[in-house]
């Protein structure tokens, strides 16, 4: 799935291709690397963000709880069930939280924050079947359940992280049983104790 040149970068050895160099020329004032996991709603972000934030010391930032508490919204959707987001009020909210690093940021979208902040994109994806029960089972139904279920099939969230961020950090890990995401913390872990490890001096390769 992850395909890259060989590069004397340790952390390449655990995401092939990933090159986080590439990020953001803010890295170096940050204390730690932030992190987005997106992907369609029901493939299993907040899970990942959980167990990552309380494995790893970084902090969750679940834009849905951010969009709700500090009102960075312009109503709400009846027919879609959710918060109409206003972006820049988001990004006003978010900015602060970001600055010093350590983040990892929960939303299904991650198109609308800047490159600078940003030091790995994790997109998680899942089968359609068992995307589809799982939604289902959250009590999806009409237009919500079928724009979910088309986004995840047409990779639409993959592609949008693609277009957003330099191809060299942007991650796809699947995420269709436990083992799917023990093994994924498992890795994106070890990609953070190696990123503080390369940057403890706050130098930028």
């Known amino acids: 799935m992850f ?29 730690g690397p932030n992190i987005i996991v997106t992907g369609t709603p029901g493939v299993g972000k907040t899970t990942h963000c959980q ?11 679940s834009v849905n709880e951010i969009v709700k508490e500090r009102e960075c919204h312009a109503g709400w959707d009846d027919e879609l069930q959710s918060w ?38 994790i997109v998680i994806r899942c089968n359609s079947t068992v995307l589809y029960d799982r939604l289902v089972a959250r009590g999806y139904t009409g237009k919500k359940l079928d724009e979910n279920m088309d986004a995840e099939i047409m990779e639409v969230l993959l592609e949008e992280a693609r277009e957003a961020y330099d191809q060299e950090i942007v991650v796809e890990l699947q995420s269709d049983a436990t083992e799917d995401v023990d093994s994924n913390i498992e890795r994106i872990e070890t990609w953070i104790k190696q990123w503080k490890k390369d940057h403890a001096d706050g130098s930028v390769e």
């Open 84 to 121: 109409i987001v206003d972006e820049d009020k988001l990004l006003d909210a978010l900015e602060i939280e970001v600055k010093d690093g350590g983040c990892i940021i929960d939303w299904h979208a991650c198109d609308l924050f800047p490159k600078s902040w940003i030091d790995l994109v």
């Open 3 to 31: 395909k890259g040149p060989s590069q004397d970068h340790s952390s390449l050895l655990l995401f092939p291709g990933v090159d986080d160099t590439k990020a953001g020329p803010l890295r170096a004032m940050r204390k």
């Open 51 to 61: 167990e990552l934030a309380r494995d790893s010391n970084l902090r969750h930032l």
